[in-house]
Nanobody, 117 residues
């Protein structure tokens, strides 16, 4: 059983930056791909960025060039650096771990990001 705890959300002005963190415990971190999802009010949860156990990344078109996902296997941490934030980035951001050797996946509790003046 993997536990995920997100942090780093908050209120930021348009054009600003935030870095989200996801701390993982309870599993072999290097066996998991990690991803960030977000869900805005009234909308479906969507994939923002994903990083494989080997470090390959992919991004939603809406965040390419602005967001960067990274991981530190020594610290069991995943990060999402968000730059040039827009009001439409406002959402609850969730961390997800997917076991690459099987079918298990785990979610964090989410952290709110609000982009507004």
């Amino acid at each position: 059983q993997v536990q995920l705890v997100e942090s780093g959300g908050g209120l930021v002005q348009p054009g600003g930056s935030l870095r989200l963190s996801c701390a993982a415990s309870g599993g072999i971190f290097s066996h998991y791909s990690m991803a960030w999802y977000r869900q805005a009010p009234g909308k479906q949860r969507e994939l923002v960025a994903r990083i494989s156990s080997g470090g390959s990344t992919n991004y939603a078109d809406s965040v390419k060039g602005r967001f960067t996902i990274s991981r530190d296997n020594a610290k069991n941490m995943t990060y999402l650096q968000m730059n040039s934030l827009k009001p439409e980035d406002t959402a609850v951001y969730y961390c997800r771990a997917n076991y690459e050797l099987g079918f298990n996946s785990y979610w964090g509790q989410g952290t709110q990001v609000t982009v507004s003046t």
